[in-house]
């Protein structure tokens, strides 16, 4: 099976009743000159090249403590990575498209992976295409040589770009591109919504546990260029030329200083995440914090479906071994300064909110507020003022804040019916693929039609004054008032 695009022509396969296209580059390979550059336009090739096995993933070396290393990719690495998967009905048709961003805390993860290859979305009538990127320094250490900010969201604008020049070759409609990604993806998908060069290059945005998180400031920035040159004792003239290993094991190693010990006076803003490598404000790419752009309708103006699962942090938690209240305020402290808040105050304040929580229930609650939940309102709040917003909300609500966590639905997400599901690990699992397979159609619902169907019965728009989110648990679908919306009061500043 034959397609021709912009860079040349490639050959696919049939697989399952869809056509497959994999490794399919959507900029030049990264090799050591191009490290640190804006992506480059696929060099033309002559003769057909294969596109029938997956490409290498961008270098990474697993961090971010039980979480990271569940994401990190134990596949081949490579430096022809800037690559996209493609899966469609037919390269015929005119389909809807889905653009996928995986997450991994934008230091670990590919597009590669076994549960982003189920066809899922192919088999339901949709061009699915998933998306690797630069990772980590790569793609975000901010550089004084004049070299682009930014580098692996570029990355993304720049497959965009060609899924909007080519994806009618592959029988999809470049006029209905929904871009979509978790955790870091979703973060990603919102970064992305505020950067002026992705405007007009897809319809529709579905950010997946995670929205404005993971944004720094320049001087932040600045202090991680340092820390990453101290760390490697050499100039900025001479990084390109450190040898790959030991980049990779910097950037492991100040991952995991920052995750593991949170720290406002070394990080700044990154100090609450925990993650020094992510999009810069730059005031070129990226002119403003998402927030921000959205609160003047300047983020990319289409309609988003936006939600969380219910236990974010329960995975993240399992990294200290000891808690108690005292404890979980040492942890938090550094981490809301930021905010000009104290670990003190705000675990006092979600001991009188949640009373019934233990130290390690508080904990959970306070992290996966932080880091996935309260963002998460507060851009769909925003963004809802001047376009559509769809929320749902992910897993049971059980006692104590143990949830589905973070993660807990892509395997749903992902899930083609009838498929072997055996191979993905416990955290992809489908135990009820009927369920699976409805919740599979809510994503399609949106992608295909903008307004997305749930089995409950008509989902109204989100809004700060109506906070309806779809609520999917275990085979229920249920449209109610937003459980975690009330909990961003927890964090205003005057209450500290």
Same mark, same amino acid.
């Given at each position: ?50 596109? $029938? ?15 990271? $290393? ?427």
């Amino acid at each position: 099976m034959l397609v021709e695009t912009t860079g040349g022509t490639i050959e696919g396969f049939n697989e399952n009743g869809y056509a497959v296209f994999l490794g399919v580059p959507y900029a030049a390979p990264i090799t050591p000159e191009r490290r640190f550059a804006a992506p480059q336009p696929v060099p033309r090739w002559s003769g057909i090249r294969l596109a $029938k096995a997956l490409s290498g993933v961008c270098p990474q070396i697993p961090t971010y403590g039980p979480v990271g $290393k569940a994401a990190a990719s134990m596949l081949e690495f490579g430096t022809d990575f800037l690559t996209v998967n493609i899966r469609t009905p037919s390269i015929t048709g005119s389909a809807p498209v889905l653009v996928w961003i995986h997450g991994g805390g934008y230091a670990v993860g590919s597009a590669n992976e076994a549960v982003l290859q189920s066809g899922a979305f192919a088999a339901s009538g949709l061009v699915e295409v998933t998306v690797n990127y630069r990772l980590g320094a790569l793609g975000f250490l901010h550089l004084n040589d004049g070299s682009p900010d930014n580098r692996g969201l570029l990355d993304q604008i720049a497959a965009l770009e060609w899924v909007r020049d080519n994806i009618s070759a592959f029988g999809g409609d470049p006029k209905q591109i929904t871009f979509a990604g978790r955790s870091a993806g979703g973060f990603s998908i919102a970064a992305v919504m505020a950067m002026p060069a992705a405007h007009g290059l897809f319809a529709r945005a579905m950010p997946q546990s995670g929205a404005s998180t993971g944004v720094s400031t320049m001087d932040d920035a600045q202090k991680l260029n340092r820390r990453m040159l101290d760390y490697l004792n050499v100039t900025e003239a001479e990084l390109a030329n450190v040898p790959f290993e030991n980049l990779l094991i910097a950037q492991r190693d100040l991952c995991n200083e920052s995750y593991e010990k949170h720290d406002f006076e070394r990080d700044g803003s990154a100090s609450m995440l925990g993650v020094p490598f992510v999009p810069v404000i730059d005031g070129i790419s990226l002119p403003r914090h998402p927030e921000a752009a959205a609160a003047d309708g300047e983020t990319t103006g289409v309609p988003m479906m936006i939600g969380c699962t219910t236990g974010e942090y329960v995975t993240h938690a399992t990294a200290q071994p000891d808690m108690d209240f005292d404890i979980a305020a040492s942890l938090l402290h550094e981490r809301v300064r930021p905010m000009g808040l104290t670990g003190e105050g705000t675990v006092e304040r979600y001991r009188r909110a949640l009373p019934d929580h233990s130290p390690r229930g508080i904990w959970r609650a306070v992290g996966g507020d932080l880091v996935f939940q309260n963002p998460a309102t507060r851009f769909a709040r925003l963004h809802a003022v001047h376009q559509p917003v769809y929320k749902y909300l992910y897993g049971p609500i059980e006692p104590d804040e143990l949830g589905a966590p973070h993660g807990a639905e892509v395997g749903a997400v992902w899930y083609r019916r009838g498929t072997n599901v055996s191979h993905l690990p416990a955290r992809q699992s489908v135990t009820q693929p009927d369920f699976a397979a409805a919740v599979h159609d809510v994503w399609v619902s949106f992608i295909r039609d903008e307004i997305p169907k749930s089995p409950a019965g008509d989902w109204h728009r989100y809004s700060a004054s109506q906070p309806e989110v779809l609520h999917m648990d275990s085979g229920d679908f249920r449209l109610v008032a937003d459980p975690f919306d009330g909990r961003t009061a927890l964090w205003i500043k005057a209450s500290a």
